[in-house]
């Protein structure tokens, strides 16, 4: 197997805020967005955190508490596909389009939303549900989104004031937010300044300028603290502030807005911090694979040091099989959780997961050689595997190692479709997978290992 020599690097300088921003893409997925909708946020904040005349170090923070307001968005997403029967992406994406102020238009949104397509004798139950709970299962919705997201930034070393506007991303200025409905300045600044920069990017990305400042006005007092509007008024003037909006390089703009002061180099420890964190989004997409990429990562660890791996090759394979489902933030729900047998759209939509994977991990340039490893972990030897239909040699022997374990623990874990299986029926089909599909040297060094 080989390694990429970046990683063997001892004078490799990279800074986290470019890690994030590549793999803030897959929370841009999770929330039905266009890539690139978390760094377009950090450049709106950013101006307006410039405006406020912020020192670097609450810049610094700021920068970060932008690119991951979103870190919670996957711990809600089954929930979502609970209570509303549909596609948690479309919903959460159409959710921002909407003023939660006023109920005539959260009952709309309900009715067009709730089991789209099915009987009424499956909807009618659903929407008396939300009637009779929506406000209680809409706490519970954004508490969890919140919380998640504020536990994931602290679980990669930032600062109680990340924390603290990550979780308060969803309050409004008039207290009518969510979920512990903050008023005013009780709002953490950040938080302020993040929701704005979400609802300009979004309003912007559907109707240009014009639409994402009539919008804004129109919420001014209500969602969002006047102050910082007056201040986004100003910037509204500024041609190169839209221009910047419509970048398809906007991660090269973002460079230059962090301070250069405080920006944070990744050493080892730190890249262990990052991948184990966006694994824990990752699996916290469906009930029924948590924990699925922690496991993963184990028996791959188990594999490798069992045929010899060096240190540093088992490091690189860590990495490679923490995030070899992070393309799977694109799926939706309504497919990962379904109990019975998948349509062939359906299976279309999991065999375009690797496919994100690839795209994702390839704008972390670290990752570049990484990034086709993790994600061919559905090729099989025989050519039959996908998304690729790579065969024998062209499957790189990480990979294989990976697919041994994927598959070992998505056989031997719950399902929504059947109950957890025990270890030797797991092995059983290991072994008949051996040939075709698994390498049958690594099949044989997991169950060494176990």
Not at 156 to 176: K, N
Not at 224 to 230: A, H, R
Not at 346 to 353: A, G, M, N, S, V
Not at 420 to 444: F, R, T, W
């Amino acid at each position: 197997m080989s390694i990429p020599s970046s990683l063997t690097e001892p004078t490799l300088r990279l800074r986290q805020s470019e890690i994030i921003g590549a793999l803030s893409h897959a929370l841009d997925l999770t929330e039905g967005l266009p890539a690139g909708h978390a760094q377009r946020c950090c450049w709106i904040g950013m101006h307006i955190g410039q405006e406020l005349n912020l020192n670097d170090h609450d810049r610094a923070d700021l920068y970060y508490a932008l690119l991951l307001k979103d870190a919670g968005c996957s711990s809600n997403a089954a929930r979502i596909f609970n209570v509303y029967g549909c596609d948690d992406r479309i919903l959460k994406r159409d959710f921002k389009l909407i003023d939660t102020h006023k109920l005539d238009d959260m009952a709309k949104f309900a009715w067009s939303h709730v089991a789209p397509g099915e009987s009424w004798l499956k909807r009618l139950p659903m929407l008396a549900n939300l009637i009779t709970k929506g406000a209680e299962i809409g706490e519970e919705l954004f508490l969890t989104r919140c919380e998640q997201g504020a536990e994931i930034a602290e679980q990669l070393g930032f600062s109680a004031q990340v924390c603290d506007a990550v979780r308060g991303l969803d309050e409004h200025w008039d207290g009518r937010g969510s979920p512990r409905q903050l008023k005013g300045e009780q709002i953490p600044l950040f938080a302020r300044i993040a929701l704005l920069a979400q609802v300009i990017e979004i309003f912007f990305a559907e109707g240009g300028s014009t639409l994402a400042m009539r919008t804004v006005r129109a919420r001014t007092g209500s969602w969002f603290d006047p102050t910082l509007v007056n201040h986004l008024e100003k910037l509204a003037q500024n041609d190169e502030f839209w221009e910047g909006l419509r970048d398809p390089d906007i991660a090269a703009r973002l460079v230059a807005l962090e301070p250069a002061d405080y920006a944070r180099d990744v050493d080892d420890d730190e890249l262990d911090r990052l991948a184990g964190a966006f694994a824990a989004v990752i699996d916290a997409k469906s009930p029924y694979t948590f924990g699925h990429s922690s496991r993963v990562c184990q028996y791959a660890q188990r594999i490798g040091g069992e045929v010899g791996l060096p240190e540093k090759q088992l490091f690189w394979l860590r990495h490679a099989a923490l995030l070899h489902d992070i393309g799977k933030l694109g799926v939706s729900n309504s497919i990962l959780d379904k109990p019975g047998k998948l349509t062939d759209a359906e299976f279309d939509q999991i065999k375009l997961h690797p496919v994100h994977s690839m795209d994702i991990l390839s704008k972390v340039g670290i990752f570049d050689s990484l990034a086709p490893v993790a994600s061919g972990h559905h090729e099989r030897l025989d050519g039959r595997g996908y998304p690729w239909g790579l065969k024998g040699d062209q499957i790189d022997f990480a990979t294989r190692i990976i697919s041994v374990a994927d598959v070992f623990d998505a056989v031997s874990a719950e399902r929504p479709y059947r109950g957890a299986m025990p270890v030797a029926q797991a092995l059983s089909i290991l072994d008949d997978l051996s040939g075709p599909a698994l390498d049958g040297d690594l099949v044989a060094a997991l169950k060494r290992t176990l």
